[in-house]
Every structure is written in structure tokens, then in C-alpha cells.
């Protein structure tokens, strides 16, 4: 059974910085990519950042330069660092996984398997 678990969220004031992280288990972890999205409220959801199996990273407009994802395939982990936080960031983020190999972000279609979420909280 494949699962997701994120973690790392919380509040934090403007500037300030967040690292997420996912635990994956039950599927070969390093021949999926693997993205994080994010929902706020009243929005759809938007892919942020994503890394596929031979290390490539694509980023979303908004966070470039802020925003790092990385992958660790020896304990099936990936990452988000968020740095230079800004209210707009605040939102659900969820981790996921996708068996394609993607070049640039992948729609939230394109995953197959997805985390329950952590919420993420920018207060100015």
C-alpha cells in the first residue's frame, strides 16, 4: 500500500522560513517524480515544485528562488525548503507522486499517489 505523510508545517511570521518534508513507502520510490502542491482556500490547487527521478527540479513562478525541493532515495524522502515566506504562500501543501518522468511541472492530474496534506500558515 502506497503512503505519503507530510510534515513540517506550521505558522510563521513573513520572512521567515519552513522546510516540509514526506516519508513514502510501498512503491519504488526512485523511479517516481514527485511534486509538492498546495491549496488555499477558495482556490484550485497549483503545483509548486517538483523533482523527477534523474534530479531535475521545476518550480512555479511564484517561488523560484525561494523555494528548493530535493530528494533523498535512500530514505525515500523529499523535501521542500521555503524560504523568504510570504502570506500568499499560506495553504495546504500535499506531497505526491507520479510514475511519469516529467519535464516541468506536472498537473495535479498526472500523480498517482498523494499525501493527506500539512498546512502551511504566513502571517504578515
Known amino acids: 500500500q502506497v503512503q505519503l505523510v507530510e510534515s513540517g508545517g506550521g505558522s510563521v511570521q513573513a520572512g521567515g522560513s519552513l522546510r516540509l518534508w514526506c516519508a513514502a513507502s510501498?512503491?519504488?520510490?526512485?523511479?517516481?517524480?514527485l511534486g509538492w502542491f498546495r491549496q488555499a482556500p477558495g482556490k484550485e490547487r497549483e503545483g509548486v515544485a517538483a523533482?523527477?527521478?534523474?534530479?531535475?527540479?521545476y518550480y512555479v513562478d511564484s517561488v523560484k528562488g525561494r523555494f528548493t525541493i530535493s530528494r533523498d532515495n535512500a530514505k525515500n524522502m523529499v523535501y521542500l525548503q521555503m524560504n523568504s515566506l510570504k502570506p500568499e504562500d499560506s495553504a495546504m501543501y500535499y506531497c505526491?507522486?507520479?510514475?511519469?518522468?516529467?519535464?516541468?511541472?506536472?498537473?495535479?492530474?498526472?500523480?498517482?499517489?498523494w499525501g493527506k496534506g500539512t498546512l502551511v500558515t504566513i502571517f504578515s
Open positions: 523533482i523527477n527521478a534523474g534530479g531535475g527540479t
Open positions: 505526491a507522486a507520479g510514475a511519469g518522468h516529467f519535464i516541468g511541472l506536472p498537473s495535479s492530474s498526472a500523480m498517482d499517489y
Open positions: 510501498g512503491y519504488t520510490f526512485n523511479r517516481y517524480s
